[in-house]
């Protein structure tokens, strides 16, 4: 794969909705759904849209560099940095006791070898400080938070379940081996959150024209391969994208952003489906070196 970085600045915009479900749950706050307190909106945090992103590359791409994935499930960080030091043959370096210092001089090469293999540090960047040093990453990929159209309401349901983990527990219920729970959904929220892609940056981690292809690709397929009985019915509604005619950009993002207006229809008070809502572009306010493209 060629790591020729990406040459345009790119901002988007996703839509996306969930329906009966609880899309990203406050473990803070027993799971229940994350709300903005003052105004009821319903929050998605970036972490939670990095993690979907991850994931799908790893479905996609079968974990194998230089498409592995450096957070994900059960990952032990510090053994991925031991990997570049043996690759970057300063295996030697891992022997000694103090680490950090030893390999401080190898810390570059490490740090490269790290963006070329792995999707994740050369998209969103990464701290590998930890263990052998190999340095930081700054992402030229980064997330705002989902924020809700329109404010939601958190319900929240009884559920049971027929069967207990231990015998203890079934001779303390007495035979009766329901045990009960509770759950937490959104009937329907509409989410917009935004997205940046610095082609500065791009230059520093190698992200280049197949990586930013195989973003899109996440973007508009990840709640696809991310089905839970949580998260209820989560889709992707709309992806726009704006790219720049260069590297520096030709036109403020927030004036992009503005173009994009999502508004309830007239006459509904309650939403409960995407058809609740407009999209509108107002394609004056775009400047005409930008160019306007929508992928949903």
């Known amino acids: 794969m060629s790591h020729t970085p990406i040459q345009n600045r790119y901002e988007f915009i ?18 229940l759904p994350r709300i903005d307190a003052e105004s009821g909106h319903g929050l998605v945090s970036d972490v939670s849209l990095k993690r979907k992103i991850r994931n799908f590359v790893g479905i996609a791409k079968g974990e194998k560099a230089p498409f592995e994935i450096y957070v994900k499930e059960k990952a032990v960080l510090n053994a991925q940095h031991e990997r570049a030091y043996e ?14 210092r030893k390999g401080g001089d190898k810390v570059d090469e490490a740090r490269a070898w790290m963006c070329q293999n792995f999707y994740d540090v050369r998209t969103f960047g990464a701290v590998m400080s930890t263990g052998v040093n190999c340095g930081q990453v700054r992402g030229p990929v980064q997330l705002t938070f989902g924020r809700s159209i329109a404010p939601i309401v958190a319900l929240e349901h009884s559920i049971t379940r027929m069967a207990v983990a231990t015998e203890a527990e079934a001779e303390k219920q007495g035979g009766d081996n329901r045990t009960m729970g509770r759950k937490f959904t959104v009937p329907y929220g509409l989410y917009r959150a935004h997205g940046f892609v610095s082609a500065h940056l791009a230059a520093q981690t190698g992200f280049g024209e197949e990586d930013i292809a195989l973003l899109w690709q996440a973007l508009m397929q990840m709640f696809d391969h991310d089905r839970s009985a949580a998260r209820g019915e989560m889709n992707m509604r709309k992806l726009i994208v704006f790219k720049h005619q260069n590297a520096l950009g030709n036109a403020p993002a927030h004036t992009l952003f503005d173009a994009v207006h999502v508004t309830l229809k007239e006459g509904v008070d309650v939403p409960r489906s995407y058809d609740d809502f407009a999209v509108t572009i107002d394609k004056s306010a775009i400047s005409e070196q930008v160019e306007l493209i929508e992928m949903l």
């Open 14 to 31: 996703m839509l996306f909705d969930v329906k009966d479900g609880n899309p990203n749950g406050d473990p803070d706050a027993g799971n």
């Open 87 to 100: 690759a970057i043959g300063e295996g030697a370096l891992l022997k000694t006791e103090d680490k950090k």
